[in-house]
C-alpha cells in the first residue's frame, strides 16, 4: 500500500484516530468510549473519527495481505478488528515510504509537544486490545521519533496491563505454532510476530526508571522467562533466526540479570542461561577494574538490604535484628543465620567482617547498620587516595568485593541505577 493510496483513500479516518489518540483520556474513560463504539451507540456528528469509521469497508483494506497469520487477523465488523486495519494502514505506510508519511504522521500527532501523550493514548488501545498490530504501530512511532525516545519509551509503561500482554501474546504463538520439521513460509510470520514482542521488551530494558522496571519485572518476568525458554527449547527452527538469538542472549539474559533470579537450567532455555552467565562475567570484569567504587557501592547496598545477611535465609524485616558485632554493617535474624554466614561456601563472612568494619570507618558510616543516616558519599578516587592510606591495599579490597558479589541480592542493587 503506497502513500498515496492511503492518503487518498483513508487520509481522513487517519486524522481522525490520530486526533482520537491526542485526546487525553483515563483508563476509565477509555473503557466507556470504548463500551459506547462496541455497542454502535455512537454519536457521528460529536465525534470525526466515529463518522469516518461508520463508512469505511476495511475487510477489503489492501492491508490485510500481511506477514500475519490467518488465525491472527480479525476480519469481523468489531472494534478490534478495526484498531487492527488501521494499526496495519499505518505500519505498511510507515514501512513503504517513512520519510514522506512521517511527516504526516508529525503533523497529525503534533511531535514533540504531543509525541509520549499519543504513545501513551495508542496504549490504552493496547490495554483493551491487545494485539500484534498494535505492539508494531506502537514501536514504529517511538522508533520513528528517536530524538525524544526515552520519553516516548517511558509512556509505554502508562499501560496499565503491558507486561501481563506481552505475555498472553507470547503464549498465543506458542499455542499456534505448527510442528514445522524446516523453516518456511507460514514460520516466517509466526517469528515475525514473535520479534515484534521481544522488541518491545528491549524497550523495557533500556529504560532506566526504576518504577518503570520494577511494575514489569515484579510482575510477570518469570512467566515472560517460561514462555520464551519454552518457544526456544521447543522450536529448534528459532535457532537459525540471527535476531531471536540476539534478543534472547542480550535482553532476556539481561532481565534475567537484573532480577538476579537463580541458576535454573531445567527452568530456563540453556541460551538465556548462557547469555545471562556472560553478562555476569562482564558485570565482575568491570567492577574488578573499579575496585574500591565497588567496595563503596557494596557498603550503601547493604544498608539497602532489609533481609537477613545470611543469603540462605528470606527472613524480612524482623522483629528485633541482631547485628555482627565485628563488621557492624550486617544484620541478622538468629544466631544460627549468622553461624552459617560466617561459613558460607561462596561468602565467608568470616573472610569479609574485617575489612568490611574498616572500609565502613573510612567511609564515615555510622557504627549501627540501622537508623542513623548514610554518610556523604566520596568521589571514587578520594575513596581510594583515603583507602590507600589506612593501608587497604587494592588486593584486600578486591578479594572482599568477589566474595560479597555472590550475594544475588547485592548484585541486584549494584544492577540498579541508584545506590
Known amino acids: 500500500m503506497s502513500l498515496q493510496l492511503v492518503r487518498s483513500q483513508h487520509a481522513h479516518l487517519l486524522h481522525a484516530f490520530m486526533t482520537l489518540l491526542r485526546q487525553p483520556r483515563t483508563r476509565v474513560v477509555m473503557k466507556e468510549f470504548i463500551s459506547t463504539l462496541e455497542l454502535c451507540q455512537c454519536d457521528r456528528k460529536a465525534d470525526a473519527f466515529v463518522d469516518e469509521a461508520h463508512d469505511w469497508e476495511w475487510r477489503t ?125 507460514s514460520f516466517k510470520g509466526y517469528l515475525h510476530m514473535i520479534l515484534l514482542v521481544l522488541h518491545l521488551v528491549a524497550i523495557v530494558t533500556r529504560t532506566s526508571d526504576e518504577v518503570s522496571i520494577a511494575y514489569f519485572y515484579d510482575d510477570e518476568v518469570e512467566p515472560f522467562l517460561d514462555i520464551v525458554s519454552r518457544l526456544d527449547n521447543g522450536f529448534p527452527q528459532l535457532k537459525d533466526s540471527v535476531q531471536w538469538t540476539y534478543m534472547l542472549i542480550t535482553h532476556a539474559a539481561a532481565i534475567y540479570e537484573t532480577l538476579c533470579l537463580p541458576l535454573d537450567p531445567e527452568r530456563y532455555a540453556p541460551r538465556i542461561l548462557e547469555g545471562f552467565l556472560e553478562r555476569r562475567r562482564l558485570s565482575w570484569e568491570f567492577r574488578r577494574m573499579i575496585p574500591y567504587k565497588t567496595a563503596q557501592d557494596i557498603l550503601y547496598a547493604l544498608r539497602r538490604l532489609n533481609i537477613c545477611g545470611n543469603r540462605q535465609c528470606t527472613s524480612e524485616a524482623a522483629g528485633k535484628w541482631m547485628q555482627c558485632g565485628g563488621c557492624k554493617r550486617v544484620l541478622y535474624c538468629s544466631k544460627a543465620c549468622q553461624r552459617q554466614d560466617w561459613v558460607d561456601s561462596l561468602k565467608p563472612h568470616k573472610y569479609t567482617y574485617d575489612n568490611l568494619a574498616i572500609l565502613g570507618i573510612i567511609a564515615g558510616f555510622p557504627d ?52
Open 61 to 185: 483494506v489492501e492491508a490485510c495481505g500481511d506477514l500475519y497469520p490467518a488465525e491472527f487477523l480479525c476480519c469481523e465488523y468489531t472494534m478490534e478488528a478495526l484498531i487492527q486495519a488501521i494499526c496495519r494502514i499505518f505500519c505498511k505506510s510507515i514501512g513503504i515510504e517513512k520519510r514522506g508519511w512521517g511527516n504526516l504522521l508529525s503533523d497529525v500527532v503534533g511531535f514533540p509537544s504531543n509525541g509520549a501523550k499519543t504513545i501513551t493514548q495508542i496504549c490504552r488501545w493496547l490495554d483493551e486490545y491487545p494485539s500484534f498490530h498494535t505492539v508494531d504501530f506502537l514501536q514504529r512511532v517511538v522508533s520513528y521519533f528517536k530524538e525524544s525516545q526515552g520519553t516516548m519509551s517511558s509512556a509505554i509503561f502508562r499501560s496499565a496491563t503491558m507486561p501481563s500482554n506481552i505475555v498472553a501474546l507470547l503464549n498465543q504463538v506458542f499455542d499456534h505454532l505448527p510442528d514445522l520439521s524446516s523453516p518456511s513460509e
Open 368 to 419: 549501627k547498620a540501622r537508623g542513623k543516616p548514610l554518610p556523604r558519599r566520596f568521589s571514587s578516587l578520594k575513596f581510594k587516595k583515603v583507602c590507600l592510606a589506612k593501608g587497604m591495599e587494592e588486593s584486600t579490597v578486591l578479594d572482599m568485593n568477589q566474595y560479597l558479589m555472590y550475594d544475588e541480592r547485592i548484585m541486584k542493587i549494584l544492577h540498579s541505577s541508584k545506590l
